[in-house]
């Protein structure tokens, strides 16, 4: 089971002080967040890829490659890698390079984006959103595993007797995962090629979140990768602790009434209660999210978003502190009762042992 956090690298004022960071101080605290993961004990670091603003994270692999420069353990991954808008064959190539970069300490999470001005900057129709990721990811998967790609499709230049360079480490390309919010497809591609399902999970009651995960499970054991539980899945998750229960309501409410994903629209209270965000107690957090497993099952990633909403650097730095302190009863509340049969979170590492071991 691997814990982490994500970032959308949003640009925020802090609506407690009224300052607005700049873009600056939001690239480096990023860089700076990352390192706390990494020191507090946590096993992934996933940052955003927007191209608009109020968002910093338009070049994922740049940011990936310094934070791995300054770490030495934590996997890096994406939030977003904007299937639809960014062309594959770069992607092939920037992340390709990345793995090589990481020594393997990487993966990445496609999306599709849902901001709808854009896709007409790269040239695309959000009303394709699904066709584009389908059919880019089917490039981009076979751009990794053959040496030479004679390809045509819809959306892009064809290609002929190309070769996307360098190639994949180990001859290992890169983990993907696929993530959603509401999209089943992309549950379906997941489960097609045999990548993880990531649900976004952080807007949407428990209901929803169980249908997806249980659409994906349900096709992966179809398209023959394994039985439903053993398919990868991953969950998104928003928290803000304080010792104090009280406190750390008082301390959020501000955030959470202005931040541009959800303020000005339910309560805090109401919000809490219909989705997964949990503002309160280390114990709370705790419970919560040991109890994502009654609908979900057993799964392999964890994510939360704690960089967000105007939150100063020195408050999600204390978050992970906090989040640190209950890492091991995490992972001891994950691990028990976890079937034997139920595979552990990928890793380049553990996929290269794999392959081995089934060429031996």
Same mark, same amino acid.
């Given at each position: 089971?691997?814990?982490?956090?994500?970032?959308?690298?949003?640009?925020?004022?802090?609506?407690?002080?009224?300052?607005?960071?700049?873009?600056?101080?939001?690239?480096?605290?990023?860089?700076?967040?990352?390192?706390?993961?990494?020191?507090?004990?946590?096993?992934?670091?996933?940052?955003?890829?927007?191209?608009?603003?109020? #968002?910093?994270?338009?070049?994922?692999?740049?940011?990936?490659?310094?934070?791995?420069?300054?770490?030495?353990?934590?996997?890096?991954?994406?939030?977003t890698?904007?299937?639809?808008?960014t062309?594959?064959?770069?992607?092939?190539?920037?992340?390709?390079t990345?793995?090589?970069?990481?020594?393997?300490?990487?993966?990445?999470?496609?999306?599709?984006?849902?901001?709808?001005?854009?896709?007409?900057?790269?040239?695309?129709?959000?009303?394709?959103?699904?066709?584009?990721?389908?059919?880019?990811?089917?490039?981009l998967?076979?751009?990794w595993?053959?040496?030479?790609?004679?390809?045509?499709?819809?959306?892009?230049?064809?290609?002929?007797?190309?070769?996307?360079?360098?190639?994949?480490?180990?001859?290992?390309?890169?983990?993907?995962?696929?993530?959603?919010?509401?999209?089943?497809?992309?549950?379906?591609?997941?489960?097609?090629?045999?990548?993880?399902? $990531?649900?976004?999970?952080?807007?949407?009651?428990?209901?929803?979140?169980?249908?997806?995960?249980?659409?994906?499970?349900?096709? #992966?054991?179809?398209?023959?990768?394994?039985?439903?539980?053993?398919?990868?899945?991953?969950?998104?998750?928003?928290?803000?602790?304080?010792?104090?229960?009280?406190?750390?309501?008082?301390e #959020?409410?501000?955030?959470?009434?202005?931040?541009?994903?959800?303020?000005?629209?339910?309560?805090?209270?109401? #919000?809490?209660?219909?989705?997964?965000?949990?503002?309160?107690?280390?114990?709370?957090?705790?419970?919560?999210?040991?109890? $994502?497993?009654?609908?979900?099952?057993?799964?392999?990633?964890?994510?939360?978003?704690?960089?967000?909403?105007?939150?100063?650097?020195?408050t999600?730095?204390?978050?992970?502190d906090l989040?640190?302190?209950?890492?091991?009863?995490?992972?001891?509340?994950?691990?028990?009762?976890?079937?034997?049969?139920?595979?552990?979170?990928?890793?380049?590492?553990?996929?290269?042992?794999?392959?081995?071991?089934?060429?031996?």
């Open positions: 089971m691997q814990i982490g956090i994500f970032s959308v690298g949003d640009v925020t004022t802090d609506p407690t002080t009224g300052r607005t960071p700049t873009e600056h101080e939001r690239i480096v605290a990023q860089v700076a967040i990352a390192r706390k993961a990494e020191e507090v004990g946590l096993d992934v670091v996933a940052v955003g890829q927007h191209h608009n603003p109020p #968002f910093v994270a338009s070049s994922p692999t740049t940011t990936m490659a310094f934070i791995a420069a300054q770490t030495e353990r934590i996997v890096l991954s994406t939030s890698t904007l299937i639809t808008t062309d594959p064959v770069r992607l092939a190539e920037d992340y390709g990345l793995q090589h970069l990481t020594e393997g300490r990487m993966d990445l999470m496609m999306g599709r984006g849902n901001t709808g001005p854009v896709y007409p900057w790269f040239g695309k129709d959000i009303r394709r959103g699904v066709e584009l990721a389908v059919e880019n990811y089917a490039l998967h076979r751009l595993r053959e040496e030479v790609v004679d390809w045509e499709g819809r959306f892009r230049t064809p290609l002929r007797g190309f070769t996307a360079t360098p190639r994949p480490l180990d001859g290992l390309p890169p983990f993907v995962w696929h993530g959603s919010i509401r999209t089943p497809e992309i549950a379906e591609q997941a489960a097609y090629y045999g990548d993880g399902f $990531f649900h976004n999970h952080i807007f949407w009651p428990a209901s929803h979140t169980q249908q997806m995960v249980a659409l994906y499970r349900r096709r #992966f054991e179809h398209y023959g990768h394994g039985s439903a539980d053993q398919a990868i899945v991953g969950l998104g998750g928003q928290f803000f602790m304080r010792r104090n229960s009280q406190d750390a309501v008082r #959020f409410r501000p955030y959470f009434d202005n931040a541009p994903v959800y303020g000005h629209g339910p309560s805090l209270e109401d #919000f809490s209660r219909q989705t997964p965000l949990t503002v309160g107690s280390p114990q709370q957090v705790l419970e919560r999210t040991l109890s $994502f497993r009654d609908y979900v099952g057993d799964y392999q990633r964890q994510l939360f978003l704690i960089d967000h909403a105007g939150l100063p650097l020195a999600v730095l204390e978050q992970l989040l640190g302190e209950i890492l091991p009863d995490l992972r001891a509340g994950f691990a028990e009762g976890r079937g034997a049969h139920v595979p552990d979170a990928p890793t380049h590492s553990s996929r290269l042992a794999a392959r081995e071991e089934v060429a031996a």
